[in-house]
């Protein structure tokens, strides 16, 4: 079975989706896409083969050093996440090699989420109606040409000091060709495709940070691309 075939993301995935078109039909513009719930453990808890694709909005775009406000948020949490942005279109039936192939450029991101409900295995539907939790991201202006992790490094600065290091940045979400490929053949399974010029952020390369009420900012360096910052308010 295709991890897209699963019972209830064949039954959130349809919802999701028309959303999506529904706020393109009022006047909203497309930005991409997202994965979730892609790190193992996240997988097996939710039993699922692979991550969840939900989509991203123009209105959800933040300038790094924005502040955000998390009133009225259930449980914030923010992902440091590498955003590949596509060259060429793809349909169904890609493999990793070819999405690679049409990668155009990496960069710096951060996702803020609200995660509620808590996935599990009976919900999987409710979570892809909900968009995967998605609120904003945040982009860096800076770029690396090609689809490459070599040489990177990532750090995550919290409260000033630096709270996570990796030069292993596919570790916990997986190799960025298999993360595109499935995006672009889940697509396809429901009606969509993959463009030139759309994003994908391609899931946190740390475990997700549970925003707490004393956090005022969080920073994502890809070294030596560049980095993304945001700052929070409860107001």
């Given at each position: 079975?295709?991890?897209w075939d699963h ?17 393109m039909t009022a ?20 039993g699922i083969m ?186």
């Open positions: 079975m295709n991890a019972p209830l993301i064949k039954k959130g995935m349809p919802v999701q989706l028309a959303k999506r078109r529904a706020r006047g909203e513009r497309s930005l991409g896409w997202k994965v979730g719930l892609g790190a193992p453990a996240a997988m097996q808890k939710a692979a991550p969840l694709v939900g989509y991203l909005m123009q209105r959800g775009l933040l300038l790094s050093g924005s502040t955000v406000s998390l009133n009225g948020w259930t449980k914030p949490v923010a992902e440091p996440e590498i955003c590949v942005r596509m060259m060429s279109n793809l349909g169904g039936g890609v493999t990793a090699d070819a999405a690679l192939a049409a990668v155009k450029e990496i960069l710096p991101a951060i996702e803020l989420a609200d995660f509620d409900p808590v996935p599990t295995p009976d919900n999987l539907d409710m979570v892809l109606e909900g968009d995967v939790y998605q609120r904003h991201v945040i982009l860096c202006g800076n770029t690396r040409f090609g689809s490459s992790t070599a040489g990177l490094t990532s750090r995550l600065i919290r409260r000033g000091k630096e709270a996570a290091k990796t030069t292993d940045l596919e570790a916990l979400t997986g190799k960025l060709g298999d993360i595109v490929a499935h995006v672009a053949n889940t697509l396809a399974a429901y009606g969509e495709k993959l463009s030139a010029g759309d994003v994908i952020i391609t899931g946190s390369i740390t475990p997700p940070i549970m925003i707490e009420a004393d956090e005022n900012q969080i920073t994502h360096a890809i070294d030596p691309i560049g980095e993304v910052s945001v700052a929070f308010t409860q107001e």
